[in-house]
């Protein structure tokens, strides 16, 4: 028995399985086993021909091609080259059972790549399983960005059974750094990009908003803005993606794993994704499902980046009810009577609405058409616990002639580049949105008089420990932006401004 290591996604997140091989005397036949799925089954046609079409000759035994462990599903057309690999290599006398193989076959040998190679090997190497891996020669440009995997690349099956039969292998390539725009804290390189398609520069006024904005990028806040229709609600929610804070290399090929999962072709900048689905988009699309394998939602496709809900009231509650878990939890949960899947989901929420049905009722020019009753319902559809998540409530300033712009999203990103820096550098890990308890403990120091404006706010508006706890996040990111190690009063007063309001 011969064999061989290759992969197969379980959710998310790959699991190796150990191709193994016997030739026995019998009956010609060709059986595989292990729960494969039909695209592993029509492999065997596919690796027929890929060595008869190189002049092997297809022993007359009883092959058998099994997949361990025998309890785990497996698909993917990435498993032909494995298979092929042990069939050709039988009567080599040696081990081949550290190499990790990925390829699919082509009817003349060719070995091609396949969308499930690049997350396979990038949840293996974070996984620190793999250290080796023989994979398409197509295929090394985007491999190449994992670190700490060294990759064999071959164009044909009979150059990669002569590289086993001779030890003839050398290394094609090892992981190469990007060419983009870094900062450097303790070792680490985080990489940003200073390309940006809309620009802040192009919203006049609304200096209230673009502070909001500023705020959440440095800080990753959930953001609300409510305003008029055309006061400039999805223009910074378009412009805030992309001043986001930098990105390390092992988010950018999260990232890329996400877009590839996603039916995308990877990029490989470092830009934070940007999500925006309809209000009519279905549960499904938004937070990823099937029936037997899951596939990722709008939300997932969100994670690291900014998703978008434009018109927040009119998504369904369902959809907005259940945005909650990822919203506080940073993770999806799909279950399903064959499978449950968990994948993580740590996004920026941006939403965007009009104060009433009608859009008019901020407007001093224009006459509101709602009744009470109308306007009550449609605020009503954000329940309290859903609007609790959100860290910063912003009302847009009605938009006037004399309006002129101000910063360019230059000039921010470069703010929240040095806030994140600042954040960094004191030892802290994760984002302001993110800390947990203790993080809020060592952190958000608060000087005295800043503290006593704390307890004021909290006798007099009833602040849950929730909303609480937002204020201290967010002063401490305005802190951030000044370089300030302790919170002062001012702060803690511009961050109070932002706090929800009941109506």
């Not at 379980?10 to 086993?33: C, R, Y």
């Not at 800080?219 to 930098?246: D, T, V, Y």
């Not at 929420?349 to 020019?365: K, R, S, Y």
Request: charged share 30%; aromatic share 8%.
């Amino acid at each position: 028995m011969k064999s061989l290591r290759c992969a197969t996604l379980d959710g998310f997140e790959a699991k190796e399985v150990v191709v193994e091989s016997t030739l026995t005397k019998g009956l010609p036949a060709f059986n595989i086993v292990g729960l494969a799925s039909l695209s592993i089954n029509e492999a065997k046609e596919r690796v027929k021909s890929a060595l008869l079409s190189n002049g092997f000759k297809f022993p007359p035994k009883r092959i058998t091609i099994n997949l361990s462990p025998s309890e785990l599903s497996k698909s993917g057309s990435h498993f032909d080259l494995a298979i092929a690999s042990l069939i050709a290599l039988d009567r080599l006398d040696k081990e081949l059972g550290e190499w990790f193989v990925f390829g699919e076959l082509g009817l003349d040998g060719r070995i091609k790549d396949s969308s499930a190679i690049y997350p396979l090997v990038l949840s293996l190497a974070n996984q620190k399983k793999i250290k080796k891996a023989v994979v398409p020669a197509e295929s090394l440009e985007k491999l190449s960005k994992i670190p700490g995997v060294e990759f064999y690349a071959f164009e044909t099956l009979p150059q990669l059974l002569e590289a086993f039969e001779n030890d003839m292998f050398a290394v094609s390539k090892t992981a190469s750094s990007l060419s983009y725009p870094f900062i450097e804290i303790e070792g680490k390189s985080y990489y940003y990009s200073e390309e940006y398609t809309f620009d802040f520069i192009d919203i006049k006024g609304q200096e209230i908003a673009k502070r909001a904005a500023l705020i959440a990028a440095a800080g990753f806040h959930n953001i609300l803005l409510e305003g008029s229709p055309g006061c400039g609600k999805s223009m910074i929610a378009q412009r805030l993606a992309g001043i986001l804070p930098p990105l390390s290399l092992e988010e950018i090929l999260e990232i890329s794993k996400i877009r590839i999962l996603s039916g995308e072709e990877p990029s490989f900048e470092p830009k934070r994704p940007f999500s925006a689905p309809h209000h009519s988009s279905t549960p499904a699309s938004i937070f990823g499902g099937g029936t037997k394998q899951a596939k990722i939602g709008e939300v997932g496709r969100a994670h690291l980046g900014e998703l978008f809900f434009d018109e927040l009231p009119h998504f369904s509650k369902n959809v907005l009810e259940a945005l909650r878990e990822p919203m506080q939890d940073r993770v999806i949960r799909i279950s399903r009577v064959n499978s449950k899947v968990e994948y993580k989901s740590d996004f920026l929420f941006v939403g965007a609405m009009n104060p009433c049905p009608c859009g008019n009722l901020l407007d001093e020019t224009k006459e509101c058409r709602c009744s009470d009753l109308e306007i009550q319902r449609y605020q009503n559809r954000l329940s309290d616990p859903f609007l609790d998540r959100i860290d910063l409530h912003v009302t847009m300033q009605k938009v006037a002639k004399e309006d002129k712009s101000s910063f360019s999203s230059k000039e921010l990103h470069q703010k929240v580049r040095d806030a994140f820096l600042f954040a960094r550098e004191r030892g802290q890990k994760s984002f302001n949105a993110n800390m947990d308890d203790k993080e809020i403990e060592e952190f958000c120091v608060i000087e005295g008089e800043a503290k006593d404006v704390l307890d004021m706010a909290i006798e007099r508006f009833g602040l849950s420990f929730r909303s609480i706890k937002s204020i201290q996040k967010v002063a401490r990111t305005i802190a951030d932006l000044e370089r300030s190690e302790r919170i002062s009063k001012a702060h803690l007063l511009e961050a109070l401004s932002y706090r929800r309001r009941e109506r």
